[in-house]
């Protein structure tokens, strides 16, 4: 295959434009490595490229260690090349959304003192029947978010053979894969203590499928259950939505979501140098893309503090 005459019309286009010979110049390296990729590595003409294709490049600039501020600057401008021969590539792709999305900032993050002040003020009383009873509750799920980096869709999912009390563990399966999340002792405590505010005949069944955390009713003070499953009622992601923003503001701090506890937690798992491979099964994410932002911040904070 032979991809290297479509450079020609290209520069003449960027030429008539004014682009200056520098630039051009910078453009034709990069183009000419991807061009020779193209033909040599998969033997595709440069009219069929797909975002599998553009992916696979990109993936094999990451094995030549180039730096990731380099590899969005070679996306960038292979898809302005793509564009130029009106090739259709999704341009909402994984690795194009992540690598167009802007940088993460230390606003998209829940710092250490943040997570310190909502917590104490979670474990205070408030003298409010439904907020004091589901106060183990609450810090257990906060605590998945922010320690285990889980989702709220993730937490509603958690049933009762899924925990493990004595070995204190979780066990996750994602697509066939089995992910233990391990918790700190006093993690347990809170989801013993929270599930010891149930009601025997409305308390999930040990190594059942039901679910862990179970809706709440405020006005009768009292956990639902659901008659016509007959089992204790599901939690839902809403109400764990709201649960942070009502503790957050009630903490008095500015304004917080389960994002930013998840964020905190994968850049942890990158600081401590974990695999990447490992911290894409941990978190559920399909694709190396997905760590960009949470490295290039990382990179940049590590560069504040040299």
């Known amino acids: 295959m032979d991809n290297f005459f479509y450079l020609h019309g290209y520069f003449?286009?960027?030429?008539?434009?004014?682009?200056?010979?520098?630039?051009?110049k910078q453009y034709r390296s990069?183009?000419?490595?991807?061009?020779?990729?193209?033909?040599?590595?998969?033997?595709?003409?440069?009219?069929?490229?797909?975002?599998?294709?553009?992916?696979?490049?990109?993936?094999?600039?990451?094995?030549?260690?180039?730096?990731?501020?380099?590899?969005?600057?070679?996306?960038?401008?292979?898809?302005?090349?793509?564009a130029f021969y009106h090739v259709p590539v999704d341009s909402s792709s994984?690795?194009?959304?992540?690598?167009?999305?802007?940088?993460?900032?230390?606003?998209?993050?829940?710092?250490?003192?943040?997570?310190?002040?909502?917590?104490?003020?979670?474990?205070?009383?408030?003298?409010?029947?439904?907020?004091?009873?589901?106060?183990?509750?609450?810090l257990a799920i906060v605590h998945l978010m922010r320690y285990q980096g889980l989702r709220p869709k993730e937490i509603t999912s958690i049933t009762?053979?899924?925990?493990?009390?004595?070995?204190?563990?979780?066990?996750?399966n994602w697509n066939g894969e089995r992910i233990n999340y391990t918790l700190a002792n006093t993690h347990m405590t809170y989801i013993r203590d929270y599930i010891a505010t149930i009601a025997p005949l409305k308390r999930p069944k040990w190594k059942s499928e039901e679910p862990l955390f179970v809706s709440f009713n405020n006005r009768s003070n009292d956990y639902q259950y659901d008659y016509a499953k007959v089992q204790p009622k599901q939690l839902s992601v809403r109400s764990i939505q709201e649960m942070i923003k009502d503790e957050v503001w009630r903490a008095d701090l500015r304004k917080l979501s389960a994002k930013h506890l998840r964020n905190s937690c994968i850049l942890d798992h990158i600081q401590r140098g974990e695999s990447e491979t490992d911290i894409l099964s941990y978190f559920h994410l399909t694709h190396p893309f997905s760590l960009y932002r949470y490295k290039q911040y990382k990179e940049l904070v590590d560069s504040h503090t040299e």
Do not use: C
């Open 12 to 24: 003449i286009e960027l030429e008539k434009n004014g682009k200056k010979p520098g630039t051009i």
């Open 30 to 82: 990069d183009l000419q490595q991807f061009i020779s990729w193209l033909d040599t590595t998969i033997n595709q003409d440069l009219l069929d490229v797909d975002a599998v294709a553009i992916m696979s490049y990109v993936a094999y600039l990451k094995e030549r260690s180039y730096r990731d501020t380099t590899i969005k600057r070679h996306l960038s401008l292979v898809h302005r090349f793509l």
């Open 94 to 138: 994984e690795q194009e959304n992540i690598y167009r999305a802007p940088p993460l900032q230390s606003s998209d993050f829940i710092s250490n003192n943040e997570m310190d002040q909502l917590l104490q003020s979670m474990q205070r009383p408030i003298q409010s029947i439904a907020r004091d009873i589901l106060i183990p509750r609450n």
């Open 160 to 172: 009762m053979r899924m925990i493990n009390l004595a070995q204190s563990t979780i066990e996750f």
